[in-house]
């Protein structure tokens, strides 16, 4: 842990930091480089994580870190404070086109890697060898990366064979995820989901290529219909001054797992949950689990394959149900209200008799493309 | 998992036509489409109307498909396998030939089905039972005056989880990273560039996958260090290339040019021309060059830096092209700092020099470096 000096120190390099800022560049209205000092408050609320300052360096090709001041407030999981400002850090890394090294100025603790740092790299199993000359290497930041992103042990095993098989780099993905591209549950989709993931993650193909790039679209879209679900599911509202308002950053406590057998998400609540776009208010309860086969579809293949589909979810039931409480669903765009009446009332009767419930995503397959489309473009521009 | 699947269908004239929807318009405007992008003309647009086409045609397709009666034949999920596998060793015949579009008008197989062949055969997967299909279907497509579309179908197959492989992790730690320290201490940028070369080298030489970050560097550094390595002795190799914004460029030739100082003598007579390098970005340089190599507009439009930089590179080998046939030319470049220009007119400069090492010399570049409002010669390219 930091002595006294040594935080009060960076709360002052810190500030000298903000106002030499604001002069050089919010005064101006000018945009700082790469290679300028920034400074950065990680926050949650009124709840400080981390208070970081750093540049491209670009005689060295690595990120310098001049202010690195980090906070655990015990409301929150250990070493968070550690996580956000390292989960940064790499990425800002990544972000700039370095080494991946990342150096601590004489500013941080006297020149070392923040203890909070190090206690987290412990935690993670990664040693790290030049804590006392303030580096991290390439070589650790590799593996502090992909330890931090998240990912399930299957995942991470993917995600290693491709970097082994010289597919893809391990910290492109692990940015796709930082970075915001993909959630980590979207992401294990696509992963384990797929056969040929790495295409998707580096946004390998171009229209021109339909065939491959239809490929990517497609796996895109239903990891995107899947990240929905996620998405409604995880959100919190909280009553704040006489309105209800959703929280930006409290979720519900749920784990999200991926059974990439039948493409389908498997939830686990921690507490009530209410099931949405289905017909009936259904709440999932504390302990519960729901199985959701994930079928992104157009009209005219939601009647194609239904037949296949209600395999697969008699298929899940029994891989499932054993626990008589699971709930499944099948989850479809709104491209289902284009199947022809007849049609829609024979698959729900279906779906019934097999106690499943029918879930229509309120985003159409038309949505879906314009989405996947916006995040292989984005990925475009990513490093590689 | 989720697994493609590809299927022909071979559509009649008298059946192209849907309600207000014409397969012949659509693959007739997607063909002209292709044809843009392949000249680089506004290529964002062009990808988004592409898209929109396909996606008509792809549509109209399923419609025909299973509302008029058609030839059809299934290739099933290894076709797109095989797709990948000749993509990856010929990746700019996989593109001319077309052989992942998703239409074929009948006046293009004859065309597109032969350099399809050729390609397969290239590929050693002539002898696959989905390529022998797809060739027939075309063949009888050909001959009964058919258009071709290939629709898509995504496939969940219940495969059975695979375990993970034995030593992974080792193999994972193994991948070849770099685990140095770099100093910290602060040099001069002429000799932080030259390092940060010198450990991108020896680097590849151990197999880590590297790259020199040429961005936010003064544009007279990248000129004269890269000039050092370029004729530098040696065995001659190509420099990995990366950008901040994380993009790739093409790598850089060096250690491949000899640097001869009678070919200089042979010049030092004729006059020099003095060339800026792009228009439009300092008017102040107006007075001082003749003409500018690059148009601002055609170079920064790419998104990213590599895309600057390849842009860059082909325009800088053309215009080097044309001057091959008109003659002696001593350049003074007037340059500044927009780095992917400055390293694809590089690249496009040491490939023509090396072009023309045999030859007797006829360009000579010398780049003036813009700084404000003064300008300081560098050394000579020749």
Same mark, same amino acid.
């Given at each position: 842990? %930091?002595?006294?000096?040594?935080?009060?120190?960076?709360?002052?390099?810190?500030?000298?930091?903000?106002?030499?800022?604001?002069?050089?560049?919010?005064?101006?209205?000018?945009? %700082?480089?790469?290679?300028?000092?920034? %400074?950065?408050?990680?926050?949650?609320?009124?709840?400080?994580?981390?208070?970081?300052?750093?540049?491209?360096?670009?005689?060295?090709?690595?990120?310098?870190?001049?202010?690195?001041?980090?906070?655990?407030?015990?409301?929150?999981?250990?070493?968070?404070?550690?996580?956000?400002?390292?989960?940064? !850090?790499?990425?800002?890394?990544?972000?700039?086109?370095?080494?991946?090294?990342?150096?601590?100025?004489?500013?941080?603790?006297?020149?070392?890697?923040?203890?909070?740092?190090?206690?987290?790299?412990?935690?993670?199993?990664?040693?790290?060898?030049?804590?006392?000359?303030?580096?991290?290497?390439?070589?650790?930041?590799?593996?502090?990366?992909?330890?931090?992103?998240?990912?399930?042990?299957?995942?991470?095993?993917?995600?290693?064979?491709?970097?082994?098989?010289?597919?893809?780099?391990?910290?492109?993905?692990?940015?796709? @995820?930082?970075?915001?591209?993909?959630?980590?549950?979207?992401?294990?989709?696509?992963?384990?989901?797929?056969?040929?993931?790495?295409?998707?993650?580096?946004?390998?193909?171009?229209?021109?290529?339909?065939?491959?790039?239809?490929?990517?679209?497609?796996?895109?879209?239903?990891?995107?219909?899947?990240?929905?679900?996620?998405?409604? *599911? *995880?959100?919190?509202?909280?009553?704040?001054?006489?309105?209800?308002?959703?929280?930006?950053?409290?979720?519900? %406590?749920?784990?999200?797992?991926?059974?990439?057998?039948?493409?389908?998400?498997?939830?686990?609540?921690?507490?009530?949950?209410?099931?949405?776009? @289905?017909?009936?208010?259904?709440?999932?309860?504390?302990?519960?689990?729901?199985?959701?086969?994930?079928?992104?579809?157009?009209?005219?293949?939601?009647?194609?394959?239904? !037949?296949?589909?209600?395999?697969?979810?008699?298929?899940?039931?029994?891989?499932?149900?054993?626990?008589?409480?699971?709930?499944?669903?099948?989850?479809?765009?709104?491209?289902?209200?284009?199947?022809?009446?007849?049609?829609?009332?024979? @698959?729900?009767?279906?779906?019934?008799?097999?106690?499943?419930?029918?879930?229509?995503?309120?985003?159409?397959?038309?949505?879906?493309?314009?989405?996947? @489309?916006?995040?292989?473009?984005?990925?475009?521009?990513?490093?590689? | 998992?989720?697994?493609?699947?590809?299927?022909?269908?071979?559509?009649?004239?008298?059946?192209?036509?849907?309600?207000?929807?014409?397969?012949?318009?659509?693959?007739?405007?997607?063909?002209?489409?292709?044809?843009?992008?392949?000249?680089?003309?506004?290529?964002?647009?062009?990808?988004?109307?592409?898209?929109?086409?396909?996606?008509?045609?792809?549509?109209?397709?399923?419609?025909?498909?299973?509302?008029?009666?058609?030839?059809?034949?299934?290739?099933?999920?290894?076709?797109?396998?095989?797709?990948?596998?000749?993509?990856?060793?010929?990746?700019?015949?996989?593109?001319?030939?077309?052989?992942?579009?998703?239409?074929?008008?009948?006046?293009?197989?004859?065309?597109?089905?032969?350099?399809?062949?050729?390609?397969?055969?290239?590929?050693?997967?002539?002898?696959?039972?989905?390529?022998?299909?797809?060739?027939?279907?075309?063949?009888?497509?050909?001959?009964?005056?058919?258009?071709?579309?290939?629709?898509?179908?995504?496939?969940?197959?219940?495969?059975?989880?695979?375990?993970?492989?034995?030593?992974?992790?080792?193999?994972?730690?193994?991948?070849?990273?770099?685990?140095?320290?770099?100093?910290?201490?602060?040099?001069?940028?002429?000799?932080?560039?030259?390092?940060?070369?010198?450990?991108?080298?020896?680097?590849?030489?151990?197999?880590?996958?590297?790259?020199?970050?040429?961005?936010?560097?003064?544009?007279?550094?990248?000129?004269?260090?890269?000039?050092?390595?370029?004729?530098?002795?040696?065995?001659?190799?190509?420099?990995?290339?990366?950008?901040?914004?994380?993009?790739?460029?093409?790598?850089?030739?060096?250690?491949?040019?000899?640097?001869?100082?009678?070919?200089?003598?042979?010049?030092?007579?004729?006059?020099?021309?003095?060339?800026?390098?792009?228009?439009?970005?300092?008017?102040?340089?107006?007075?001082?060059?003749?003409?500018?190599?690059?148009?601002?507009?055609?170079?920064?439009?790419?998104?990213?830096?590599?895309?600057?930089?390849?842009?860059?590179?082909?325009?800088?080998?053309?215009?080097?092209?044309?001057?091959?046939?008109?003659?002696?030319?001593?350049?003074?470049?007037?340059?500044?700092?927009?780095?992917?220009?400055?390293?694809?007119?590089?690249?496009?400069?040491?490939?023509?020099?090396?072009?023309?090492?045999?030859?007797?010399?006829?360009?000579?570049?010398?780049?003036?470096?813009?700084?404000?409002?003064?300008?300081?010669?560098?050394?000579?390219?020749?």
């Amino acid at each position: 842990m %930091p002595t006294t000096e040594e935080v009060l120190h960076g709360l002052e390099a810190f500030k000298k930091h903000v106002t030499d800022y604001e002069n050089s560049f919010r005064k101006r209205n000018k945009l %700082p480089k790469n290679f300028d000092y920034r %400074p950065y408050r990680w926050c949650s609320r009124d709840i400080v994580f981390s208070l970081l300052v750093v540049k491209h360096n670009r005689k060295g090709n690595f990120l310098e870190v001049d202010v690195c001041l980090i906070a655990n407030p015990p409301q929150y999981v250990e070493n968070s404070g550690a996580k956000v400002a390292l989960g940064f !850090l790499l990425s800002e890394s990544y972000k700039c086109g370095g080494s991946m090294e990342i150096v601590f100025t004489s500013n941080v603790e006297g020149g070392r890697v923040p203890a909070y740092i190090c206690d987290l790299a412990i935690e993670m199993g990664v040693k790290l060898k030049h804590v006392f000359e303030g580096h991290i290497t390439p070589f650790e930041a590799r593996q502090l990366y992909l330890g931090l992103a998240g990912f399930s042990q299957t995942a991470k095993e993917k995600i290693m064979k491709m970097a082994v098989d010289k597919l893809i780099s391990p910290e492109r993905v692990c940015f796709l @995820i930082m970075g915001g591209v993909w959630s980590l549950s979207e992401a294990e989709s696509i992963i384990l989901g797929s056969r040929h993931p790495e295409r998707l993650l580096q946004s390998a193909s171009d229209p021109e290529d339909r065939h491959l790039y239809l490929n990517d679209l497609r796996v895109a879209g239903s990891a995107i219909l899947g990240g929905v679900l996620d998405r409604k *599911l *995880l959100r919190t509202e909280l009553f704040e001054g006489g309105q209800i308002v959703e929280s930006e950053d409290e979720e519900s %406590p749920l784990a999200i797992d991926f059974d990439s057998v039948y493409f389908a998400k498997i939830y686990h609540a921690d507490t009530e949950l209410m099931i949405p776009w @289905i017909d009936e208010n259904k709440m999932l309860s504390a302990g519960q689990r729901m199985v959701v086969l994930v079928r992104a579809r157009s009209d005219g293949e939601i009647q194609k394959y239904f !037949l296949n589909d209600l395999g697969s979810l008699k298929k899940l039931i029994a891989k499932y149900r054993k626990d008589a409480t699971t709930m499944v669903f099948y989850l479809v765009p709104r491209d289902f209200e284009d199947v022809s009446l007849a049609f829609q009332t024979q @698959i729900i009767s279906q779906l019934k008799k097999e106690g499943v419930y029918l879930m229509l995503a309120p985003d159409s397959m038309t949505s879906l493309d314009k989405e996947a @489309i916006r995040r292989l473009e984005t990925g475009r521009r990513t490093r590689q | 998992m989720m697994k493609t699947s590809i299927k022909l269908i071979a559509v009649p004239d008298d059946a192209c036509l849907v309600e207000r929807l014409d397969l012949r318009v659509l693959m007739s405007k997607a063909l002209k489409i292709e044809e843009r992008l392949r000249k680089g003309v506004n290529p964002d647009d062009e990808q988004r109307r592409y898209h929109i086409l396909c996606d008509r045609m792809e549509y109209l397709g399923s419609f025909i498909g299973m509302n008029k009666s058609v030839r059809s034949v299934e290739l099933g999920i290894e076709y797109f396998e095989l797709l990948l596998q000749i993509q990856a060793r010929f990746p700019v015949e996989f593109r001319s030939a077309r052989v992942s579009a998703n239409f074929c008008p009948w006046s293009k197989i004859t065309e597109q089905i032969s350099l399809f062949e050729n390609l397969v055969k290239r590929a050693g997967v002539s002898d696959r039972k989905e390529i022998q299909e797809k060739i027939r279907f075309y063949r009888d497509a050909e001959k009964n005056k058919l258009h071709i579309l290939e629709l898509q179908e995504q496939l969940i197959t219940e495969d059975a989880e695979v375990n993970p492989e034995d030593g992974l992790i080792s193999k994972f730690l193994s991948i070849p990273v770099s685990d140095k320290i770099t100093s910290a201490k602060d040099v001069n940028s002429f000799m932080a560039l030259r390092n940060q070369i010198n450990t991108v080298i020896a680097d590849m030489e151990k197999g880590i996958q590297t790259g020199v970050n040429f961005s936010d560097l003064a544009h007279n550094v990248i000129t004269e260090i890269l000039r050092e390595f370029v004729y530098q002795g040696g065995r001659p190799m190509y420099l990995p290339v990366i950008y901040a914004d994380g993009s790739k460029g093409k790598p850089l030739p060096i250690r491949c040019l000899k640097f001869r100082s009678e070919k200089l003598k042979a010049l030092s007579k004729h006059p020099i021309l003095n060339v800026g390098m792009m228009s439009g970005r300092h008017h102040e340089m107006d007075e001082v060059v003749k003409v500018y190599f690059f148009r601002n507009q055609e170079i920064s439009i790419g998104k990213t830096a590599a895309e600057s930089d390849e842009a860059a590179y082909v325009r800088a080998k053309e215009i080097f092209e044309k001057l091959r046939s008109e003659g002696i030319y001593r350049i003074a470049f007037f340059q500044t700092g927009f780095q992917p220009a400055v390293v694809g007119f590089y690249r496009a400069l040491t490939e023509e020099l090396l072009k023309r090492e045999k030859s007797a010399p006829e360009l000579e570049v010398i780049p003036h470096y813009y700084f404000g409002e003064e300008y300081e010669e560098g050394r000579v390219w020749s």
